[in-house]
Each structure stands twice: as structure tokens, then as C-alpha cells.
């Protein structure tokens, strides 16, 4: 059963904002129509947002938008993660040496979030990836990679909570299936995003457990098909699994 917020204000007042977040600028009656709540309500809580710097509204459009403000507190939340700068370096060093982009995860319930990106100087694609992005386990590289490292009752846990989607031809939504997938990364030691989540790209993806032991982040190297034929994963494969080595011993394990 669905939790009902006990204070309706404060949902209404994040539902706006993270309205404004998904659809970027919106006008006061577009907005209230997305919400399902009338303008006087919507109009109360954009002029309090207002107020405390979160929204901000265009004098020409007078469309409403989120403020900078929530870019400084992501980066105040982003610079207490140590993983950050602990992994830096050796994610900086996989991305030169493959030539293409390396990501770092960390685990957030059904979903894994990305915390760092970095992209090789000389590569000429840039992928659409960005840090405080989501994306779901089941169906990613870097997803997979962490429920193998958890017990078989978590990862039937995840599933039964996740919004399981066929995002593209290749995702795995039969449970049998997956279960079988993910006996294979436990002996492989990494795993693969081959198109389940975005077509026309592929991504190798190793998990590292936190400072506490737990499976916590995760590591991926991604690139756009063509470039990420199974010679050059079988390639990457020790690549990244020696770059994980080097950042668990970094963090004590």
C-alpha cells in the first residue's frame, strides 16, 4: 500500500519542484493542469519557492524554473562523498586508457545514481549521461554488477520493486532469466549493458563495495555499439577489473 505523506504541503511543494525538474520552464497554468492542482494553490507555492531563491520566473515568459540554488546543494551533498575523490584518479586513468567514458555509481533503492563521469580527452562522442542521473538496475551494466554481489532474497526483493519495462528489445524482463544472467557476472566477475537500457550503447560494469563491506558503487566503461564489439569488452574486462582492485585497496578492503 502507498504511503501517504502525513504533511500534504511538503509533497505538493517537492511535486512542483520536481514537475519543474522533468519538463524544465512551465507557466503557472501548464503546471497546475501537470499537477492536478488549482492555480491559487500552485501560484502559493511557486511565490514561497520564490522566496526562499528554488524557483525563479522569467519577466518575458513568465514561465517559472528552478533555481542554481539546487546545483550548489547537489555539489555540497556530492563533496561529502569521499568515494569521489578516492576514485578519481584511477576512473580518470581507465577513461585515457580505453578512450571512452567511465561512470561511477552509487546504489539508491531500485535505481543506481551516477556521481561521477569522466570522459576520455581524445574520445569524439560524448554520451548523454550526466551526474544526478538515475537509472534503473535491472536493465544497466552497473545495476547488475551490484545485485550480484547481493543475496539471492535482495535481489528478488529489487525486482518485485522495481517498475520492470522493456526499454528496449534487448531488456531482460523475465525473472528466471535474469536470475540466470546474474549467476553468470558472479563467475565473470563483471557485467554488460548490451543495449537493455539505451539502444546503441553497450557498457562494461564491475561493483565495489562500500567502506563498510557492502556492495555500495560501481564502475562502468560505456561507448556507442560500434565501438564496443566483444573483442574490445574482452579487452576492458581486465582493464576494469584491475581498476576496481586498485580503488577497493584504496578504501581498505
Not at 577513461?95 to 546504489?107: D, F, P, S, Y
Not at 561521477?116 to 544526478?132: F, P, Q, T
Not at 519495462?165 to 535474469?178: S, V, W
Not at 563491506?213 to 564496443?228: C, H, L, T, V, W
Amino acid at each position: 500500500m502507498e504511503q501517504k505523506n502525513p504533511i500534504q504541503v511538503s509533497e505538493r511543494i517537492f511535486h512542483t519542484i520536481e514537475c519543474l525538474a522533468q519538463s524544465g520552464p512551465m507557466g503557472l497554468l501548464e503546471l497546475s493542469k501537470e499537477l492536478n492542482l488549482n492555480k491559487s494553490t500552485v501560484h502559493r507555492i511557486l511565490n514561497s519557492l520564490i522566496c526562499m531563491d528554488y524557483v525563479k520566473q522569467d519577466t518575458e515568459t513568465l514561465k517559472y524554473s528552478l533555481s542554481f540554488k539546487f546545483c550548489r546543494i547537489a555539489n555540497q551533498i556530492l563533496a561529502q562523498n569521499n568515494i569521489i575523490d578516492l576514485a578519481r584518479p584511477y576512473i580518470k586513468e581507465l577513461a585515457e586508457q580505453t578512450g571512452e567514458t567511465v561512470h561511477l555509481v552509487q546504489i539508491d533503492g531500485t535505481h543506481a545514481v551516477y556521481i561521477d563521469k569522466v570522459e576520455a580527452s581524445h574520445s569524439s562522442v560524448r554520451l548523454i549521461s550526466m551526474v544526478g542521473k538515475t537509472i534503473p538496475l535491472y536493465c544497466s551494466g552497473v545495476g547488475k554488477a551490484l545485485l550480484a554481489d547481493m543475496s539471492d532474497e535482495k535481489i528478488r526483493e529489487v525486482w518485485e520493486q522495481s517498475e520492470i519495462q522493456k526499454l528496449t528489445a534487448y531488456t531482460i524482463t523475465d525473472f528466471a532469466q535474469f536470475s540466470a544472467l546474474i549467476q553468470k557476472i558472479r563467475q565473470d566477475g563483471y557485467a554488460l549493458d548490451n543495449e537493455e537500457n539505451e539502444l546503441g550503447v553497450r557498457c562494461i560494469a564491475a561493483s565495489l563495495k562500500g567502506f563498510h563491506g557492502k556492495p555500495k558503487y560501481a564502475i562502468s566503461i560505456s561507448a556507442p555499439k560500434d565501438r564496443m564489439d566483444d573483442n574490445r569488452i574482452a579487452n576492458f574486462r581486465e582493464l576494469i577489473l584491475e581498476t576496481k582492485k586498485r580503488i577497493q585497496q584504496a578504501m581498505g578492503h
